[in-house]
């Protein structure tokens, strides 16, 4: 498995917007790694499950959960291993740690988490 980084994270208020950005690390870049088959997106509250948040693929194919609809968009850069997902609209619900993730036919990569803390 590779090691996704995260980005983007941070403070927002509510009605505002963040971007957060995932692409392996430096040195798994550098070994030169295969394309993952999706990425996407969960996240964790806390005390509660960790849930689904968006999917892309590598056809363009997206997939987001219902609480994201028409506010969270998710998109990839071409055949790179590099995922973002902007974040608009956000609330206090929207309050935990993104996790990254991208699989292929063997396994599955994860990032160490972003937290996102919306408050006024």
């Known amino acids: 498995q590779v090691d996704l980084v995260e980005s983007g994270g941070g403070l927002a208020q509510p009605g505002g917007s963040l971007r957060l950005s995932c692409a392996p690390s430096?040195?798994?870049?550098?070994?030169?790694?295969?394309?993952?088959?999706?990425m996407g997106w969960y996240r964790q509250a806390p005390g509660k499950e960790r849930e689904f948040v968006a999917v892309?693929?590598?056809?363009?194919?997206?997939n987001t959960a219902d609480f994201a609809k028409g506010r969270f968009t998710i998109f990839r850069e071409g055949d790179k291993n590099t995922v973002y997902l902007q974040m608009n609209s956000l609330s206090a619900e929207d309050t935990a740690v993104y996790y990254c993730?991208?699989?292929?036919?063997?396994?599955?990569?994860w990032g160490q988490g972003t937290q996102v803390t919306v408050s006024s």
């Open positions: 993730y991208g699989t292929t036919l063997s396994g599955t990569s």
């Open positions: 430096v040195s798994a870049s550098s070994g030169n790694i295969g394309s993952f088959v999706t």
């Open positions: 892309t693929t590598r056809y363009g194919d997206t």
